[in-house]
């Protein structure tokens, strides 16, 4: 029997994406990376600069599922509370690694002060994510890959996170266009298809309302077995035809 492919939360920390001053774009990068894996992206939270609320999604989020990735609030400044509150989460005890030590000691010499020091902080049994960008780590612990907010570092950092995951079965994906009709046109056709073949994940997406030009709807099937797709595929599409709907492959 094929193990299940493992699951993964992502927590997403800053008052400043809340506040709207910042554009995620981290779950983005991060979904990729995961379904390159074949691994299960099942749920995404986001919260501020409050640590009670860092501690109580994270231990809800690391209970669930196999892989928690946070990013943001692991910088120098006072609200960069991010290790704090998985230290408290994890129970343990929050001294400086002393790898982390060496490292921001030789990126920032005379400049290494007392602020910077509070990015070697690194809660007790964690072990440092590399970081080739500005050099400053992230860390693992238990379950939980704390990483950089800032997009491009966070993208670096995953470099090498991914190495240390259990990959699962990729998941497949193929697209019909449905054009000049709205996804409530074809919802029993959709719905019947999915009851047909449970195992497949069926999606519709439906684009050019409100605006000049083609509408449709974009239909997504999904699932691990790439023959059971795309015979679900195929089905559909005739299923469609038959009604009289114009389709074709994406």
Partial sequence: MTA???TAAVLIIGDEVLSGRTQDTNLNTIARLLAALGIDLLECRTVGDRKDQI??????????????FTTGGIGPTHDDITADAVATAFGVALPEHPDAVA?????????????RRRMARVP??????ANPVTDAPGFQIGNVFVMAGVPKIMTAMLEDVAPRLRTGAVVHARTLRV????EGSIADILTAAA??????????YPFGHGSVGEMGTSLVVRGRDAARVDAAVEALAAALTA??????PI
């Fill in 4 to 6: 299940p492919s493992p």
């Fill in 55 to 68: 501690v109580d999604s994270l231990n809800a989020l690391r209970a669930t599922h196999d892989y928690v």
């Fill in 103 to 115: 490292i921001l000691a030789r990126r920032y010499g005379d400049d290494f002060n007392t602020a």
């Fill in 124 to 129: 007790e049994g964690g072990t440092l994510i």
């Fill in 179 to 182: 054009s000049g009709v709205g």
């Fill in 195 to 204: 009851k047909a073949e449970r195992e497949i994940s069926f999606g519709s």
């Fill in 243 to 248: 009604a009289g709907v114009a389709v074709a």
